[in-house]
């Protein structure tokens, strides 16, 4: 396949100032009839190349008159014009229900919806399908009035009418130009939660969320979530929305989260449906989380755009670090924050250390769908955190201001973001851009000492960037670090500060040191690096019980784990004393939030202990990582119990505090059940029957699935028939059996995928198995290789009918460098079997033959 290079980039030769679409629904068959208006930009003589993909014209117009000299080259409609102002018009017909890619116009649940992003307007009509293209859309939909009686599109709403024969039509116009990946329409027998926002200029713009009517009371959080958004837009970025109306409609099938097309979002009914009988708080968090995220990219993607795909985290790492700020703002800052870096240390860490490594600005691509990454998404996001630390919020509010204003209206590049930070701020970020073109995690060592005749404390800084492919040798990145010195005796530091490490090393000294301080650093994760520290164990465990950085203090606990596992597992002898004794001191801390306590004494994730290792051992780790739990679940059983007791009893509430009991609560449920297995799987099944909420019921459940209780099969099965309706819920069911800690995980999750209820037209039921699956590193890579072949089986059958989504899953079997020869081969053997399969697509063989390589 071809490979598309960032270097190649030419503006475009024909400017697409508006557009008229008129689409003629049905599932079956629906015509399109495109009007544009082009013009030629400079002076070239090059002809109008429209992309297209699995389209075929039934008509070409060119100022009014039929033509036949058009060309198809590559899918490609190629029409040559000799003058510079155009009106061209062409038809096509699609067949919406036969669309399994669920890119361009597809039909979902009865619905008839569109994803054009990134390059699915190609597959509706022929279009210069390019970010930097910008038009005036107005659009006309007829339809059948009892199937589809309501019909959106972007915009506003300018005209309705009676078509004849049982049929009806809308028209929408959207009076801001925009790039054809944020074009939609919907068009279905949904019902509206309705609602209205005034802005800070006093402008009422009417809201709409648009679901099937029986759903419509599980929309009110989503509602809530939006107009907190649209007001924490305006009071933190100072950005108003533009239009008279916001729509955003649910739909069952949908390749990722959401979409933000312009007044029109399109979500993944999973984060906007929450209800206490069928969301957990997670699904909560989710659903404020996605919602703002769409919201903010109103400002941050549409009115500013990207100028091409290179650019992508120019919106997406900004819009992803603004619903997280947006999300602290909301809750517990600090468990947002331990919940971002959890996120990002679990899958963009990897990935960056891996065959498909890429910089935030990636040089060359094959299929751009695979490029909606954790590194785009999530380090792009640390990136745009950083250039927020090395500012400032004022200097870097100035600079989003600049950003907005200069380029409204505009196809941009990252260039032109970080120029705009730069120019309000003052502030040089020529050598911080390097985290723009280098990919890899950096290396942070941090090397304490300490002199006592002097006082003096010298802390040494060096980092290292590690070879990625394609980059074999790197150059120092900036890196923020937030650091403080404790001194021990007193638990008192002489606050925080910012140290700016941007060449390989550095020394500092701190004077009035008469003991060896305590090094708490790169507080609040504030540089997304490796740390390694010269730490003791003591200094650990003092930070674990003393850091007035939650953050910092969460790390001080999970290093004092990993290191006590990687122990285990290296020496074979476990020395879980002062685990147990940290854990013990959290828990009995009154002043800290249940919340933050229900994360700091989970263990690290067997992923996660395997990332520090040279070979990846999944059952070592399991068997040490269960060890260990054991242990803290024995030691502190009473305490457990406690915090059981106490923390339940309360009826549903969705707030911080009810959320952080609940946590707590069932993290307290998982330590009794590995204490006391017969108390505990009778403890987890009360629960389970009584709970008034999922987050509580599925915990229990989990607990139960984890376990060898007989009690296990029963809730599974009550759960089962339950939530067997509720297609969001049975997912819940899937992956709670597909991520199960117990030895026969493999044949469980092969049995469900022949289960009746498995298919492989929903993304989110194949992501609940399958992609659940490949997250549980103790049975995926159960050393037989039965994990491997049956998730290599489910990719060659996915990727026909959804190759997006099946390339999304090639990355589990990508890592086999971590592992040893054996499984190594194995995962290998997997990967050419997927890419011996003929007629792979682009999307699925990018990925395999990258990480064969
Ligand atoms: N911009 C979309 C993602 C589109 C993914 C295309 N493969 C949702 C988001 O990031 O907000
Ligand atoms: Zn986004």
């Given at each position: 396949p071809h490979i598309i290079r960032r270097e190649d980039y030419r503006p475009p030769d024909w400017m697409v100032p508006e557009i008229g679409l008129d689409f003629d629904l049905g599932p079956a068959k629906t015509r399109v009839t495109a009007r544009l208006t082009v013009s030629r930009n400079g002076g070239h003589g090059r002809p109008l190349v429209l992309e297209g993909e699995t389209l075929t014209p039934l008509a070409v117009r060119v100022d009014g008159q039929a033509i036949n000299d058009w060309r198809i080259d590559d899918g490609r409609l190629v029409i040559d014009l000799s003058g510079d102002d155009h009106v061209i018009e062409t038809e096509v017909e699609l067949s919406p229900e036969r669309n399994?890619?669920?890119?361009?116009l597809y039909a979902s649940g009865g619905l008839l919806c569109t994803q054009c992003e990134a390059e699915g307007f190609r597959r509706i009509t022929f279009f210069p399908?390019?970010?930097?293209?910008l038009s005036r859309y107005s659009v006309r939909m007829t339809a059948d009035k009892s199937a589809y009686p309501v019909l959106l599109a972007n915009g506003d709403n300018v005209a309705n009418g009676d078509a004849g024969e049982g049929r009806h039509w809308a028209e929408w116009n959207d009076p801001f130009l925009k790039p054809s990946y944020l074009f939609a329409l919907v068009a279905g027998d949904l019902k509206a939660n309705r609602d209205s926002f005034t802005t800070m200029s006093g402008r009422t713009v009417e809201l709409g969320i648009w679901v099937r009517e029986a759903d419509v009371p599980k929309t009110a959080y989503a509602m809530a979530a939006l107009k907190t958004s649209m007001k924490w837009d305006e009071d933190v970025y100072g950005r108003e929305y533009d239009l008279g109306v916001f729509n955003i409609v649910a739909v069952?099938?949908?390749?990722?989260?959401a979409m933000e097309n312009k007044g029109l979002n399109v979500f993944n009914s999973r984060y906007i449906l929450a209800d206490a009988d069928t969301a957990t708080d997670v699904d909560y968090d989710n659903v404020q989380g996605v919602v703002a995220h769409e919201y903010f990219?109103?400002?941050?993607?549409?009115?500013v755009t990207c100028r091409d795909w290179f650019q992508l985290s120019l919106k997406e790492g900004f819009t992803v670090f603004r619903d997280q700020s947006f999300s602290a703002d909301q809750g517990s800052a600090a468990v947002q924050r331990i919940e971002d870096v959890r996120a990002l240390r679990g899958s963009q860490f990897p990935e960056d250390g891996g065959p498909l490594a890429h910089p935030i600005r990636p040089d060359s691509y094959m299929e751009i769908g695979n490029f909606y990454t954790a590194t785009i998404y999530n380090k792009g996001a640390e990136i745009i955190r950083m250039i927020h630390t090395l500012l400032g919020a004022e200097k870097f509010r100035a600079g989003s201001d600049l950003y907005f204003e200069r380029h409204d209206g505009q196809a941009v590049t990252c260039d032109d973001f970080v120029a705009a930070m730069q120019d309000a701020s003052g502030v040089d970020l020529s050598v911080f851009k390097r985290w723009y073109a280098q990919a890899g995690t950096p290396k942070l060592m941090a090397a304490i000492a300490h002199d006592a005749d002097t006082k003096q404390a010298t802390l040494t800084l060096t980092q290292l960037v590690p070879p990625t492919p394609g980059q074999p040798v790197k150059q120092p990145m900036t890196l923020p670090i937030r650091m403080a010195l404790f001194d021990r005796a007193t638990g008192e530091s002489g606050g925080e500060q910012l140290v700016v490490l941007d060449t390989d090393t550095t020394t500092l000294t701190f004077d009035g040191f008469a003991q060896p301080p305590v090094l708490s650093i790169n507080r609040d994760f504030s540089a997304p690096v490796v740390l390694e520290t010269n730490r003791t164990e003591a200094d650990l465990a003092f930070l674990a019980a003393e850091d007035d950085d939650p953050f910092a203090r969460y790390e001080a606990m999970q290093q004092l784990m990993l290191n006590t596992l990687v122990a285990a597992i290296s020496t074979g002898v476990a020395d879980h004393a002062a685990v147990i004794k940290g854990v013990g001191e959290t828990l009995s801390d009154g002043a800290l939030d249940p919340a933050f306590i229900g994360e700091a004494v989970v263990l690290p994730s067997d992923a996660f202990i395997g990332d520090?290792?040279?070979?990846?051992?999944p059952d070592a780790i399991a068997t040490a990582r269960e060890a260990l739990r054991l242990a803290l679940a024995n030691a502190h059983l009473a305490k457990w119990q406690e915090i059981y007791a106490a923390n339940g009893g309360r009826s549903f509430e969705y707030s911080p505090a009810a959320k952080g009991a609940r946590r707590i609560r069932n993290v307290a449920l998982g330590y009794i059940m590995a204490a006391d297995a017969d108390a505990g799987a009778k403890l987890a099944f009360t629960q389970f029957g009584a709970a008034d909420n999922m987050t509580d019921r599925l915990a229990a459940l989990g607990t139960l699935a984890n376990s060898q209780a007989e009690l296990r099969v029963a809730a599974l099965d009550i759960f089962y028939r339950r939530y067997r309706d509720n297609a969001l819920v049975l997912d819940k069911w899937f992956t709670t059996q597909a991520v199960s800690t117990r030895a026969d995980t493999v044949e469980a999750v092969i049995e469900l995928a022949g289960h009746p209820d498995f298919t492989l037209s929903n993304p989110n039921r194949f992501r609940a198995l399958v992609g659940a699956f490949g997250m549980n590193q103790r049975s995926f890579h159960a050393a037989d290789g039965r994990g491997y072949a049956f998730f290599a089986d489910q990719i060659i059958a996915l990727d026909p009918v959804n190759a997006q989504t099946a390339a999304k899953m090639v990355p589990s079997l990508g890592?086999?460098?971590?592992?040893d020869a054996e499984r190594q081969a194995l995962m290998r053997a997997a990967l050419e079997r997927i890419l011996a399969t003929p007629g792979l697509s682009k999307d699925v063989f990018e990925q395999v033959s990258k990480s064969l390589a």
């Open positions: 399994t890619q669920l890119m361009g399908d390019r970010p930097d293209v069952d099938d949908f390749n990722f989260g990219h109103n400002w941050s993607g549409n009115r520090q290792m040279l070979v990846v051992d890592r086999w460098r971590r592992f």
